[in-house]
């Protein structure tokens, strides 16, 4: 099975700053037939379900704001918040489904 | 309004069963690969089962000969029975749906329920 593994587990941002958190995966999650990379990243806040964010490792969602990001191929991906706002404290995942479908440990984001 | 709603939810001891239902609103579960996934307190998101449109079932090892996903498309409700529950199965569980387009499955979640809580515990 891939193993997906997130860094850091947790940080602490002031408002407006930039978030950057890593997803790495034990092999390539790129579909050779259609050379896309098969990650997606999901965002839970406390007490919800996860919410789909990005997919193809940077399409956003419809409806998610553009201060998020998603980069990266093969075995190493990025989600970023451009600018940190309040409503953005959660926990965030990342998922390849190149391979069944594994997701990563989580990150904690909370305002420093 | 689109939506997925588990049910099934309990305490129970260890070597128990218990029944998972997930009602689906405004679109057909025997259309979409339908699937479980698990988190337990405080930890992230585990795979369980997924159900494909044309039935085929998969599980993950940690589940395998325990659990098993189907559906009954006249309710459009997926299930998943869990039989010799263990403590470590303990978790919230959540029923997510595939996002998809005119080819297929695109193999990435885009609609979640809120979940249900199984508490395995003597």
């Known amino acids: 099975d891939i193993v997906v593994t997130q860094s850091p587990d947790s940080l602490a941002v002031s408002l407006g700053e930039r978030v950057t958190i890593n997803c790495k995966s034990s092999q390539s999650v790129v579909y050779s037939s259609n050379n896309k990379n098969y990650l997606a990243w999901y965002q839970q806040k406390p007490g919800q379900p996860p919410k789909l964010l990005m997919y193809?490792?940077?399409t956003r969602e419809s409806g998610v704001p553009d201060r998020f990001s998603g980069s990266g191929s093969g075995t190493d991906f990025t989600l970023t918040i451009s600018s940190l706002q309040a409503e953005d404290v959660a926990v965030y995942h990342c998922q390849q489904y190149s391979s069944t479908r594994t997701f990563g440990q989580g990150t904690k984001v909370e305002i420093k | 309004e689109v939506q997925l709603v588990e049910s099934g939810g309990g305490l129970i001891q260890p070597g128990g069963s218990l029944r998972l239902s997930c009602a689906a609103s405004?679109?057909?579960?025997?259309?979409?690969?339908m699937s479980w996934v698990r988190q337990a307190p405080g930890k992230g998101l585990e795979w369980v089962s997924v159900i494909y449109a044309g039935g085929s079932t998969y599980y993950a090892d940690s589940v395998k000969g325990r659990f098993t996903i189907y559906r009954d498309n006249s309710k459009n409700t997926v299930y998943l029975q869990m039989n010799s529950l263990r403590v470590q199965d303990t978790a919230v569980y959540y029923c997510?749906?595939?996002?998809?387009?005119?080819?297929?499955?695109?193999?990435?979640?885009?609609?979640w329920g809120r979940g249900t809580l199984v508490t395995v515990s003597s």
């Open positions: 405004d679109f057909s579960v025997s259309n979409n690969y």
């Open positions: 997510a749906r595939d996002a998809r387009d005119s080819s297929g499955s695109l193999w990435h979640f885009d609609l």
């Open positions: 193809w490792a940077s």
